[in-house]
């Protein structure tokens, strides 16, 4: 169970530091169409953070389970980032439910009927804590209409009953409102507070894109506000779509029943042209009769999406926004990934504050353009970017080839070496940033001379300036090099045939950018300046049997074959089209590496290399 230990630990920590803190003074409360807080207009651009309570992508090449539950450091990150960026609000995704389709190992907080796990809860407490220091308020749907981390089809599984039966079979009802009960009732285990007297919390939301009949959702709205009567109740409806290019985002229920506070639609029209032609017939349907909020909206060009965002702005009418959406920073390096499957395979989730792997969607530039909307809507002046924190260096032996946990804010990192840990110190890659393949480390250092101890340190950058440096790792004797084909160009290789680099379609290679990719008989050579020690090679393939075959020589002429062990990390799950992982390792104990400097791979079906690391001594 990915840091859950570390999470659980941090419950006491926050016990006693949120006794001394402040929380939020009021609640959001609606006046006509709009939000208050206090005697104050509450309006918000803003991000979906569908991750905030729970982990859907720890895309390790070697993890077979990619759930788990956040830490300290990732939800620090997030909240940071979101106050970087001017956004007072977070939408998360949904309360999870144990779905069928995960692997065994993976945690979830709904694991039956009026069944729940104590510690994934706990960290929804964290969370909630968490976005009260930090001052953002956070809107929670209570049930996913999809199974992506467990939803109404996983509430009718545990009855052997089918998905469209939760609308209205009684024990289906039943089953959703004892979590709807326990969610409101719970008390935080860090602040001490019941959720439904939390105000953190902006609102409930019945649930997120549902396709409920309105009684279903009267009954639910009505019996939220039975037991709460503090927070707003928002209606996740999502679309009536009629065949015809036409769509109905609302239902009348939604405006006329009283214990639906606020209304919500989701947009991801094709053009902006569409999307804002759909909002201006909500806002006639709604026609001032109560706050209306784009809920979820993205996936189109940054002209598009200053369009949409100027008429949310100007338009009194809408209460916000929160577009989709925004990821953050893994503590095993790096950052999170999320490629959209429904999104041409283009558009992948937000990393602030925008890195080249974004240009293809143009994420800095829309990143910079809806921070300045964030300001704008609240009515605040934009201030200026701040140097980051500190980064914090991971720990490695042997070889320099290491991670380290981002800065948010960062958009890169001087990594600095020295051979005594009071300095002086040498800048060694200037402004690397850390948007990688997720899974490996980050840098590896081919300069460094074998035998010689070195001290490392990095410093994170951005355009205020630098940070701090951060922790030192050292001393570090160096036993061996690694290089490390990344897989974001061919220059690596010593030559090749048949092999070209691909992008996109980052989900079925566990999010990584780029690959080198080849078909039958695609060829590489990989040469080192000394001998190797091992190689290891990580390929996606869709066939049943590994496609790789290695040989080895000292000249780069004569060739011969060489033993080699593969492993596969192959996922039961089938939500998305993963390809197999395999792991390709070529060791001293299979081959003797004495004189061999060389390495030659062929393939005997399609292949797709997301990195390649050359150990050498």
Not at 92 to 117: A, C, D, L
Not at 275 to 288: F, I, N, R, W, Y
Not at 316 to 345: K, M, Q
Request: hydrophobic content about 35%.
């Amino acid at each position: 169970m990915k840091n859950l230990k570390h999470v659980l630990g941090l419950t006491v920590f926050l016990t006693s530091f949120f006794v001394q803190s402040q929380g939020f003074e009021n609640f959001i409360t609606v006046d006509g169409n709009q939000l208050l807080d206090g005697d104050k207009t509450f309006r918000f651009l803003s991000y979906n953070v569908p991750t905030l309570n729970y982990v859907e992508d720890h895309m390790d090449f070697e993890e077979t389970n990619p759930y788990g539950l956040p830490s300290e450091f990732e939800l620090r990150d997030v909240f940071e980032t979101l106050q970087i960026v001017g956004g007072n609000v977070a939408r998360t995704y949904t309360i999870p439910v144990r779905n069928k389709n995960f692997p065994e190992t993976s945690v979830t907080y709904v694991e039956g009927p009026g069944e729940f796990n104590e510690d994934a809860f706990k960290v929804m407490d964290t969370m909630l804590a968490l976005a009260s220091e930090y001052k953002i308020r956070v809107i929670i749907p209570l049930v996913n209409n999809w199974e992506w981390m467990g939803g109404r089809p996983n509430y009718a599984d545990f009855r052997d009953k089918d998905k469209d039966e939760f609308w209205t079979d009684k024990k289906l009802i039943k089953d959703f409102k004892k979590t709807i009960k326990y969610v409101l009732n719970r008390t935080n285990t860090v602040t001490g507070i019941k959720y439904k007297n939390d105000k953190t919390i902006m609102a409930w939301e019945s649930g997120n894109e549902l396709q409920n009949p309105p009684e279903w959702a009267i009954d639910i709205a009505r019996y939220v506000k039975s037991i709460d009567k503090n927070h707003l109740f928002m209606d996740g409806f999502f679309a009536i779509h009629d065949g015809n290019n036409h769509s109905t985002f609302i239902q009348q229920y939604s405006i006329d029943e009283p214990a639906i506070d606020i209304i919500s639609t989701h947009h991801y029209e094709p053009s902006s042209r569409k999307m804002l032609e759909d909002l201006k017939k909500t806002v006639a349907m709604v026609d001032g009769k109560k706050p209306l909020m784009v809920g979820e909206f993205g996936f189109i060009g940054i002209s598009g999406i200053q369009e949409v965002l100027d008429y949310i702005v100007d338009e009194n009418a809408f209460c916000g926004g929160l577009i989709w959406s925004l990821r953050r920073h893994d503590p095993d390096g790096g950052f999170y990934h999320h490629t959209e499957p429904f999104a041409t395979v283009l558009y992948r989730a937000y990393h602030w504050p925008g890195f080249d792997d974004g240009e293809v969607y143009g994420e800095r530039e829309t990143l910079k353009l809806y921070r300045e909307k964030s300001f704008e809507i609240q009515n605040l002046d934009v201030p200026e970017i701040t140097v980051p924190k500190p980064p914090k260096l991971l720990g490695f032996s042997e070889t320099p080839k290491f991670s380290w946990q981002g800065s948010a804010g960062a958009s890169g990192y001087d990594i600095e070496r020295s051979t005594s840990a009071d300095g002086p110190w040498e800048i060694i890659e200037h402004n690397l940033d850390d948007v990688d393949t997720p899974g490996f480390d980050l840098y590896s250092d081919e300069s460094a001379l074998i035998g010689k101890t070195y001290y490392y340190r990095l410093r994170a950058l951005n355009q205020a300036g630098k940070s701090e440096p951060s922790n030192i790792a050292g001393p570090i004797k160096i036993d061996f090099l690694t290089r490390v084909d990344y897989a974001k160009n061919l220059m690596v290789l010593e030559r090749y045939k048949d092999l070209e680099l691909k992008t996109g379609d980052c989900r079925s290679f566990k999010e990584a950018f780029s690959r080198i990719h080849g078909d039958k008989k695609a060829e590489g050579v990989y040469v080192v300046p000394k001998a190797f020690k091992e190689i290891r090679i990580f390929s996606y393939e869709g066939s049943k049997k590994p496609n790789m075959s290695f040989y080895s020589s000292e000249n780069g002429i004569d060739y011969g074959e060489v033993k080699f062990d593969v492993s596969e990390y192959k996922s039961n799950e089938d939500n998305y089209d993963y390809l197999v992982p395999r792991k390709y390792v070529i060791s001293a104990s299979k081959t003797d590496f004495k004189a061999i400097k060389y390495i030659k791979f062929k393939s005997s079906d399609t292949i797709d290399i997301v990195r390649v690391e050359l150990e050498y001594q």
